[in-house]
């Protein structure tokens, strides 16, 4: 079965302090993974893709194909970062249907 | 460009009856995917349209049905609502020519069954 955890329901970060929010998958096959990220009062966007290897905002995510995991990190927190994060994937084609985690709330403290 | 528009915003309905939210995709956009999110939980795909025919489904009653116009906006009709269907509803749209990856979402519908 297709399935998404993020096992963290909110993460607690101090402001300078390296952030890691973590997701597991599972999946027969190759997925695309996403991190998906709502900022408060604004709407679901898209933060980062596997596929295009970007650091957006200072995050990046790397693919672990053998622990299935696609963990979501920023060396030093910022205030803004405060938000609900959520991990997804789909199948690697074009505007297939994506599968979401719960998402995580990271609280970054001052 | 307003991005992926949703309308009500908010709609308060009651057991049995039947609802329909709207949504304008993207501007340049072909393809329309809808999405339930329940409280504390990640978005639940329910169907995807595009060229004005249910392309994929998700695990949701045949309650649940869609169509797109031939502007590409879309909407989505429920009935024979339940207390369980009370949840935001989001629409994303895509497009196909473009690769088709990234899904823009809308702000949501967030409808109340009572």
């Known amino acids: 079965a297709q399935r998404v955890t993020q096992p963290e329901k909110l993460l607690s970060v101090f402001k300078g302090a390296p952030v890691e929010l973590k997701c597991n998958y599972s999946?027969?096959?190759?997925?695309?993974l996403f991190w998906y990220v709502q900022y408060s009062r604004q709407r679901l966007q898209l933060l980062l893709r596997?596929?295009s290897r970007e650091s957006i905002k200072g995050f990046t995510a790397d693919l672990n194909k053998g622990e299935t995991s696609f963990h979501l990190k920023k060396p030093f927190a910022q205030e803004e970062d405060s938000a609900m994060y959520y991990c997804?994937?789909?199948?690697?084609?074009?505007?297939?249907?994506?599968?979401f985690g719960k998402g995580t709330r990271l609280h970054i403290l001052p | 460009d307003a991005g992926v528009t949703q309308s009500p915003t908010h709609l308060i309905k009651t057991r049995g009856q039947q609802v329909t939210l709207r949504c304008s995709p993207k501007?340049?956009?072909?393809?329309v995917s809808w999405y339930q999110q329940a409280l504390g939980q990640g978005p639940q795909f329910i169907f995807q349209?595009?060229?004005?025919?249910?392309?994929q489904r998700g695990n949701f009653p045949d309650r649940f049905s869609g169509h797109q116009f031939p502007n590409y906006s879309s909407e989505l009709n429920v009935n024979a609502l339940l207390l369980g269907d009370s949840a935001l509803y989001l629409c994303?749209?895509?497009?196909?020519?473009?690769?088709?990856?990234?899904?823009?979402f809308g702000p949501g519908t967030r409808l109340t069954v009572t």
């Open positions: 997804a994937l789909s199948r690697q084609a074009r505007d297939d249907k994506i599968i």
């Open positions: 349209y595009y060229e004005e025919e249910e392309r």
């Open positions: 994303a749209s895509s497009s196909r020519l473009a690769g088709g990856y990234e899904q823009y």
């Open positions: 596997h596929i």
């Open positions: 999946y027969s096959g190759s997925p695309e």
């Open positions: 501007s340049g956009h072909d393809t």
